[in-house]
């Protein structure tokens, strides 16, 4: 712990991490390096509702998110905008007790077994030809458009077209949920704020829109079974009791939201920076075999989703500093994958760094249940682009979302050379 | 203990001291078939292997988890295991594992 923190500059420090502008870029990180080395279990104090602390070392973060009972998921996955408590309304509307990011040992188990299979690497691999005809369809139509935006033709519909595809709805809905996602993810952005709703209020809302609407969907396969990911999440069982329904929708939520956000996220900053390391990109095009090192410097590098939130469950000690029971504890994954402990040359992006244990995926019981299919989208994708546009032109600035959550751009336009 | 890897005949002979599971004696030699990429927890299917002969003195019951995994992995078989619910124990010599070829 050090004084320096604490004293004048610390409402500045603190001002910064409750600013979702703040976190709009990558110069967030200058924040974290400085935290990480002068106080990386820090009492947060800024601008939102509830202090909480932030954990910036890697280690630290893998111990929060290792012990899943003495730290609880039960007041959200992330830090709340605004770092609000829900109300026992708006818990309700989240699926806290039921949707697997909101529940705790042995509920979390319970719900998340049975669905383990359908996300594993086996059953995923098997979806290649599909993923590879989506993404060689994505890069013909952007190709022919000549001037075409990296988030608006790439980023964005590829997870549309995967997820939405294997869930089962239908291809008129895709623009629909696809927006109803963003309102409820983007909330902190003032471009996605909507119907004058309070940030989380807004996530809750459309959170809300999404699950209504795949209770349709599973509704519907519960009746009339298809060749779908919705029916699989019908049809779950946890031992001889079928799921409830707002056990199986909820799943189906996590399965948009989950699957929508991150690989948008990942694939726009990772497309940027291929762009901005062309001896990188040509290395890739040249060699596939960099792929998979590719994929693994992407999501570190991005850390598409910033931070965990959990609940001390009773009072314990990380990192030298008093936690106690109730607290809320924030691991700042996108600093504990940038982490000099951990990381050899932690801010350069190098598609051949190994070993590259990143926490993009999270750590322990809830480590991302979609990772297989999110790397095999990066996996076709990347390769593909930079063998398909060796001569990409900007033309424009890449724009930021505005969030402490998710690191993702909205636009970043480019032209195929001439 | 011994791997056989089908996809290029080539058999390991490994030593499992110092190890909890065979998944990560496996990943520890760059065995390869075997990426253990959850390290354990049985939600990735990425540790199968055929279970070709038991030494005496060695059990590993399969747990419904387990099964569970085994539905959807490629190539089943009557031995198929995940490699990470084989404990390392003092009866571990003896037994013979076979990777089994990517479909």
């Known amino acids: 712990m050090s004084a320096d923190v604490h004293a004048a500059p610390t409402l500045d420090v603190d001002r910064c991490l409750t600013d979702p502008q703040f976190f709009a870029g990558m110069q967030f990180h200058d924040l974290f390096r400085r935290l990480r080395a002068e106080d990386p279990v820090h009492w947060t104090v800024g601008d939102y509702e509830r202090p909480y602390w932030s954990l910036t070392r890697y280690d630290d973060c893998v111990a929060l998110m290792s012990d899943s009972t003495l730290f609880s998921n039960l007041a959200g996955p992330h830090l709340p905008p605004k770092g609000r408590d829900l109300t026992p309304e708006e818990h309700r509307m989240f699926g806290t007790n039921t949707h697997i990011l909101m529940s705790d040992p042995p509920d979390h188990g319970r719900r998340r077994r049975p669905m383990n299979k359908h996300f594993s690497v086996p059953v995923v691999t098997r979806l290649r030809p599909m993923f590879s005809e989506i993404v060689t369809d994505l890069l013909d139509a952007a190709e022919a458009k000549g001037d075409f935006d990296i988030v608006a033709d790439i980023a964005a519909p590829l997870p549309v077209k995967v997820i939405l595809r294997l869930l089962g709805v239908q291809e008129e809905d895709w623009a629909a949920v696809q927006q109803m996602a963003v309102n409820a993810l983007h909330s902190q ?15 809750v809302t459309y959170i809300d829109q999404v699950y209504q609407y795949v209770l349709g969907l599973i ?175 900007t033309r424009g600035e890449p724009e930021w979302l505005v969030s402490d959550n998710a690191t993702g751009l909205k636009r970043y336009p480019v032209r195929v050379g001439v | ?85 084989l404990p390392v124990t003092p009866a571990v010599a003896g037994l013979r594992l076979r990777v089994p070829a990517p479909s």
């Not at chain 1, 119907?195 to 989380?200: A, F, M, Q, R, S």
């Not at chain 1, 390391?277 to 999501?299: K, N, Y």
């Not at chain 2, 791997?3 to 390991?12: A, I, K, P």
């Open chain 1, 189 to 203: 952005d003032a471009e996605f704020q909507v119907d004058g709703h309070d940030e989380l209020t807004a996530v």
């Open chain 2, 1 to 85: 203990m011994t791997f056989t890897v089908e996809e290029t005949g080539r058999e390991l002979v490994l030593d499992a001291s110092g190890h909890a599971t065979l998944m990560q004696v496996a990943v520890e030699a760059d065995v390869p078939g075997i990426v253990g990429e959850c390290g354990g927890e049985m939600t990735c299917g990425t540790c199968h292997v055929h279970v070709e002969s038991t030494p005496a003195g060695y059990t590993a019951a399969r747990s419904h988890d387990e099964e569970d995994m085994l539905e959807v992995v490629d190539a089943p078989a009557p031995g198929s295991r995940l490699a990470c619910q």
């Open chain 1, 219 to 393: 509704l519907d396969r519960r009746a009339t079974p298809a060749d779908d990911y919705a029916t699989i999440l019908a049809q779950l069982r946890d031992g001889d009791e079928l799921f409830t329904e707002r056990e199986a929708a909820f799943m189906a939520v996590g399965f948009v939201l989950g699957g929508l956000e991150g690989t948008r996220n990942a694939v726009s900053v990772g497309l940027m920076e291929l762009m901005a390391h062309p001896e990188q990109a040509r290395a890739l095009a040249a060699d596939p075999a960099l792929t998979s090192g590719t994929v693994e410097e992407v999501l570190r590098w991005t850390t598409p989703s910033k931070n965990r939130l959990r609940v001390a469950t009773a009072d314990t000690e990380l990192g030298g500093k008093q936690i106690r029971a109730g607290d809320w504890v924030v691991g700042w994954i996108a600093s504990a994958n940038r982490d000099e402990a951990v990381f050899d040359r932690p801010d350069d992006f190098d598609i051949t760094r190994t070993p590259n244990k990143h926490l993009s995926f999270g750590h322990g019981d809830h480590t991302c249940i979609g990772r297989a299919m999110a790397r095999l989208e990066l996996e076709i994708l990347f390769p593909a682009f930079v063998q398909r546009f060796g001569d990409l032109q």
